[in-house]
């Protein structure tokens, strides 16, 4: 199976990396949680396997914004023991909970036994709205029948937003994950961006009901209610 690694702890990564290798599963890697979310999205992993302390959003965050839109199979690597957490993630949508330090055969049958809980193969993860699509496994939005042309910027941030449908989503996050570092005060950037955006989305672009703009603080997609 494809699987997704999670933790900012680059010797597990490795590690992780070379025995799941060996046993026939392809490997991608993140140590952030936004990383995360974007490599879910464009690899469509058959598993996550994450770690909770990570330096950009704790785990239970990365649990929740992907069952907002996919129900890859989860399985939680963490040094914290106490039955409050992994009753937290298991509740938040993660499939299982496995603390370190641990064996490699026993994480291996978790794997396979969150393998065959998932019954089915996952359709393509979409985020829906009386006016549009958003497509977020072939990256294309619809209108109808009709896709939307959208530039790549366009694109990512709009993705970024369609990830977390109804959470507050900071100018600042915005700005770092499509721009970059160096561009985190350039809020200009982002409001002609999100007036292009509605212009080809929202009914009626002076009164968007989807790309809603929290003054001062950032955007949220908000779903049909």
């Known amino acids: 199976m494809r699987v997704l690694v999670v933790d900012d702890d680059v010797q597990i990564i490795r590690a992780m990396r070379i025995n799941l290798r060996a046993r026939g599963h392809e490997v991608d890697t993140a140590e952030g949680g936004a990383d995360a979310l974007r490599l879910v999205t464009r690899n469509r992993p058959d598993l996550v396997l994450l770690d909770l302390g990570l330096p950009d959003m704790e785990g239970l965050e990365v649990i929740r ?29 993660a499939d299982d909970y496995v603390t370190k330090p641990f064996g490699m055969d026993e994480l291996l049958a978790r794997m396979r036994a969150a393998e065959r809980r998932s019954a089915s193969e996952e359709a ?23 896709e939307v042309r959208l530039t790549p910027t366009e694109w990512h941030i709009l993705e970024i937003l369609a990830q977390c449908p109804g959470d507050l989503v900071s100018q600042r996050r915005l700005l770092q994950e499509v721009w970059g570092p160096a561009y985190q005060s350039e809020t ?27 003054a001062g603080r950032g955007y949220r997609f908000q779903t049909d209610t």
């Open 188 to 214: 200009n950037y982002l409001r002609v961006y999100m007036a292009q955006l509605r212009r080809k989305l929202e009914p009626d672009p002076a009164r968007p009901q989807f790309l809603i703009t929290e």
């Open 65 to 93: 914004r992907l069952r907002g839109w996919t129900q890859v199979p989860i399985i939680v690597l963490s040094a914290r023991h106490s039955a409050g957490e992994k009753v937290r993630c298991l509740d938040s949508g």
């Open 124 to 146: 393509a993860p979409e985020v829906v709205t009386s006016a549009f699509t958003v497509d977020l496994g072939a990256k294309r939005v619809l209108i109808g029948d009709e």
